[in-house]
């Protein structure tokens, strides 16, 4: 197919360069003029007739200096510091070459005045300059008349590197309403001074004052480099004025040269936790998974998938990923082969329940290290279903750790709920007969069993945040249980970056309890994401608590007092003692609860709470 004839851009070009053939007669005429004030009369002919005589050839050079430093092909709607750059050093060699060349021409050996290169340099830049950059000026100024009854006032937090290359999309953006009215920055150095004209007005002190008298709708946080405890107590003053908050993601976009108003992310809950992300020693996790089979059961759901990603970033040998939901499956599945295309992956179907399904996936697979994640856990739902709970999580671990043990996988990583501590819910309890069954199979089989334990993580299905943001988008009422209701909270990424590293850890009947940091109240959580949200608690969005459901507890404890406790090389890992069990009485009992789960037992609470005593419940 032939290539379509540009015929806007050959227009385009063809318009620049008569202009610059226009600003060569005219830069050459005008810089003599100046020399003698422009009184034309007085002008010697010998200087003139070498100018006319070489205009030619100054235009032709001009245009062909132009050229290699594409001042033909560049978007000048988009120009920047290297745009600037060539136009004035083109232009510099344009008139040096101009030079050169009436001095090869002079009349009567008396060269043009020295200081007529100077003038005639200066002139054309502004000239070129003028061509160059009147369109972005112009459409800069048609974009902010056409955006005039609807634009968005900007106050951009952060002076720097990231704060300036917002500014600078947001003002040449011809599809964004924002404008920058204000630049609030810490550094006292900066105040008075003026980035791209807008002014930095002062320090956080400043940011109340600056929201009403420039009636700022948004706010944009552009310090990408500073910890979590600057971005919370900023973040914390910003909520206050009822702005819509944004911030860039990282300090990584700044160098990788990402930093664009596309890179600009609504601010998330997180950002309130008020501490910096939890850090891991990754190469004692890459020593750990890398080369080894790696299995994880529930590998579709939220710590499942990411424990897949963090494991296949790690160059396992094949890693297996088995689950009972198809869609979840798929999704990570493609995921991973997109992300990984070398990677040894299989991805299954099956439940854990399935004891012959199960045997024979470990029979035919032989994995080094499993990772127990599947499991049902929400909390409300086991209550109205508890012998599913019992049938899935309880007997589901069972099976698993049972071929686990008979097919030699040297490590099985259960992953275990700050819920299994004095639960007060049949999915807590049944996580905590799974600590128990791991502890027991630890003391009998080569295979080393541990479990890692935490609290709520962020983001995760079925978990608080997604709800609050759904009943936001909806128009509320966002739903407490109760107003001094607490959680512990980690990202997903932490929680499994930390599972990993305590499975490196693990000599074999360990439980692992992660530090969760400082509880949080649910109810601030929400007040907090409804600000952020640009709306007024109770005023836009509403709070209502409706009481605490079937199971809940106002607060979770993450270590059981006979348990203990034993520190790690990574301060965020702890180890609880185990408990000594009758494991003759445990395992009679466990037959027992299995047989009344199988057969649909009205109430199954009481057996569960002969095998955990410290689990209560209502009637």
């Given at each position: 197919m032939k290539k379509l004839f540009n015929y806007k851009l050959?227009?385009?070009r063809f318009c620049l360069i008569i202009y610059d053939?226009?600003?060569?007669?005219?830069a050459s005429f005008l810089a003599i003029a100046m020399r003698y004030e422009f009184n034309l009369n007085i002008i010697p002919s010998h200087f003139i007739q070498p100018i006319i005589r070489f205009l030619p050839f100054s235009i032709i050079l001009t245009i062909g200096v132009f050229y290699l430093f594409k001042m033909y092909n560049s978007l000048w709607a988009f120009a920047g510091e290297t745009?600037?750059?060539?136009?004035?050093?083109?232009?510099?060699?344009?008139?040096?070459?101009?030079?050169?060349?009436?001095?090869?021409?002079?009349?009567?050996?008396i060269p043009v005045p020295k200081s007529y290169p100077f003038m005639y340099g200066f002139i054309l830049i502004a000239l070129i300059f003028t061509s160059r950059f009147s369109y972005r000026f112009l459409r800069s100024k048609k974009h902010k008349y056409q955006n005039k009854n609807n634009k968005t006032n900007v106050m951009i937090i952060g002076a720097g590197d990231a704060g300036n290359s917002i500014i600078k999309e947001l003002v040449t953006s011809n599809f964004s309403t924002m404008t920058v009215a204000c630049i609030i920055d810490d550094d006292q150095?900066?105040?008075?001074?003026?980035?791209?004209?807008?002014?930095?007005?002062?320090?956080?002190?400043?940011?109340?004052?600056?929201?009403?008298?420039?009636?700022?709708?948004?706010?944009?946080?552009?310090?990408?480099?500073?910890?979590?405890?600057?971005?919370?107590?900023?973040?914390?003053?910003?909520?206050?004025?009822?702005?819509?908050?944004?911030?860039l993601p990282g300090i990584y976009q700044l160098v990788n040269g990402e930093v664009s108003v596309s890179k600009l992310k609504d601010v998330d809950v997180e950002d309130l936790l008020g501490r910096d992300p939890i850090q891991v020693d990754v190469d004692s996790i890459l020593g750990y998974v890398s080369g080894k089979c790696v299995l994880v059961t529930g590998g579709g759901g939220s710590i499942g998938s990411e424990l897949c990603r963090q494991i296949a970033s790690h160059k396992p040998s094949q890693l297996i990923i088995v689950d009972i939901y198809e869609n979840s499956s798929y999704e990570i599945q493609q995921e991973l082969l997109r992300k990984y295309p070398d990677l040894n992956l299989v991805v299954l179907i099956a439940s854990v329940?399935?004891?012959?399904?199960?045997?024979?996936?470990?029979?035919?697979?032989?994995?080094?290290?499993?990772y127990h994640a599947a499991a049902h856990k929400h909390v409300p739902l086991m209550e109205t279903s508890p012998n599913e709970a019992v049938k899935n999580n309880i007997f589901g671990t069972w099976k698993t750790a049972q071929a686990a043990a008979y097919y030699g996988v040297r490590k099985f990583v259960m992953i275990?709920?700050?819920?299994?501590?004095?639960?007060?819910?049949i999915m807590g309890a049944s996580k905590r007969i799974c600590e128990m069954i791991v502890q027991t199979f630890n003391r009998h089989y080569d295979t080393e069993f541990v479990a890692v334990r935490f609290g709520n993580v962020l983001g995760s299905n079925g978990s608080v945040i997604p709800l609050f943001r759904k009943q936001i988008a909806a128009g509320g009422p966002v739903t407490v249980t109760h107003p001094d209701i607490i959680r512990y909270f980690m990202t997903i990424p932490e929680a499994v970056s930390l599972v990993l590293q305590a499975g490196a850890y693990a000599k074999g009947g360990e439980i692992f309890v992660l530090d969760m940091g400082e509880p949080v109240k649910i109810l601030d959580l929400a007040r907090n994401l409804i600000r952020l949200s640009?709306?007024?608690?109770?005023?836009?969005?509403?709070?209502?608590?409706?009481?605490?459901?079937?199971?809940?507890?106002?607060y979770e404890e993450l270590l059981m007092d006979e348990e203990g406790l034993q520190d790690t090389a990574n301060?965020?890992?702890?180890?609880?003692?185990?408990?000594?069990?009758?494991?003759?009485?445990?395992?009679?009992?466990?037959?027992?609860?299995?047989e009344e789960a199988k057969n649909e037992c009205a109430d199954i609470r009481p057996l569960i709470k002969e095998i955990v005593p410290t689990y209560t419940y209502k009637s």
């Open positions: 050959f227009y385009r053939v226009a600003s060569v007669l005219v745009e600037l750059q060539n136009l004035v050093v083109s232009c510099i060699i344009s008139s040096a070459l101009n030079a050169g060349g009436l001095y090869i021409v002079r009349v009567e050996e150095n900066k105040w008075g001074n003026y980035i791209q004209g807008i002014k930095v007005e002062g320090g956080r002190d400043k940011i109340m004052e600056c929201v009403d008298t420039h009636s700022i709708d948004e706010i944009i946080v552009a310090i990408p480099s500073a910890s979590r405890q600057t971005i919370r107590e900023l973040l914390e003053i910003c909520k206050e004025t009822e702005c819509k908050l944004r911030s329940r399935n004891t012959n399904r199960i045997n024979n996936i470990f029979e035919t697979f032989r994995p080094d290290i499993v275990s709920t700050d819920k299994a501590v004095n639960p007060t819910n640009g709306y007024k608690v109770d005023e836009d969005i509403k709070i209502e608590f409706t009481g605490l459901r079937p199971g809940e507890k106002l301060k965020m890992i702890h180890i609880g003692k185990p408990i000594e069990i009758d494991e003759m009485k445990f395992f009679a009992q466990l037959k027992n609860l299995k």
